[in-house]
T-cell receptor
Framework: GQQLNQSPQSMFIQEGEDVSMNCTSS?????WLWYKQEPGEGPVLLIA?????ELTSNGRLTAQFGITRKDSFLNISASIPSDVGIYFC?????????FGKGTSLLVTP | DTGVSQDPRHKITKRGQNVTFRCDPISEHNRLYWYRQTLGQGPEFLTY????????KSRLLSDRFSAERPKGSFSTLEIQRTEQGDSAMYLCASSPPSVAGFTDTQYFGPGTRLTVL
């Protein structure tokens, strides 16, 4: 599958701070998805983006589908301890989702 | 809870044994996917079903792996003659019938953690 480059690899922040992470690809995708995964569990869908340029919010989360269709970012505002986990971006151009390696987020109270 | 369910959640087996995992998708989701995830990596696609038809298989799916979805509802993934390299989290996902102009959004189950000794 296509390679997705996700950055940063990890983040260690204080409660209340805003967080930004992004994902780039050498290939075009029709859909960008953002998932959160906690230890021992499957990925949970956070936001789905279907159109280039689309900006979508889900509570404190905001994500955008890049104009070139080769990138996406996810912002988390006013982080809280339960935001801890690994955040994955995924691009879909057919049946399969292509995932990045994830951004590990740690939040201290 | 009406999400994707997987059974068992954990499986420990000895090298050379066969194992089978089950996935029950969200009801009315006709599309079902299997992925494998190893430590520090994102999930990697294995195979895709639309109803009972297996439409795509990754080259990761060696001939020791077989997946079925006989009635278009639940699916099973069998690994024969397990190897230590098969140790991973096996994830199932499902998505509803495709709506024109939109690519599928996939919803994942909790996974089956396989450890091969």
């Amino acid at each position: 599958g296509q390679q997705l480059n996700q950055s940063p690899q990890s983040m260690f922040i204080q409660e209340g701070e805003d967080v930004s992470m992004n994902c780039t690809s050498s290939s075009i995708f029709n859909t960008w998805l953002w998932y959160k995964q906690e230890p021992g569990e499957g990925p949970v869908l956070l936001i789905a983006l279907y159109k280039a340029g689309e900006l979508t919010s889900n509570g404190r989360l905001t994500a955008q589908f890049g104009i070139t269709r080769k990138d996406s970012f996810l912002n988390i505002s006013a982080s809280i301890p339960s935001d801890v986990g690994i955040y994955f971006c995924a691009g879909n151009s057919g049946y399969a989702l292509n995932f990045g390696k994830g951004t590990s987020l740690l939040v201290t109270p | 809870d009406t999400g994707v369910s997987q059974d068992p959640r954990h499986k420990i087996t000895k090298r050379g044994q066969n194992v089978t995992f089950r996935c029950d998708p969200i009801s009315e989701h006709n599309r079902l996917y299997w992925y494998r995830q190893t430590l520090g990596q994102g999930p990697e696609f294995l195979t895709y079903f639309q109803n009972e038809a297996q439409l795509e298989k990754s080259r990761l799916l060696s001939d020791r792996f077989s997946a079925e979805r006989p009635k278009g509802s639940f699916s099973t993934l069998e690994i024969q003659r397990t190897e230590q390299g098969d140790s991973a989290m096996y994830l199932c996902a499902s998505s509803p019938p495709s709506v024109a102009g939109f690519t599928d959004t996939q919803y994942f189950g909790p996974g089956t953690r396989l450890t091969v000794l």
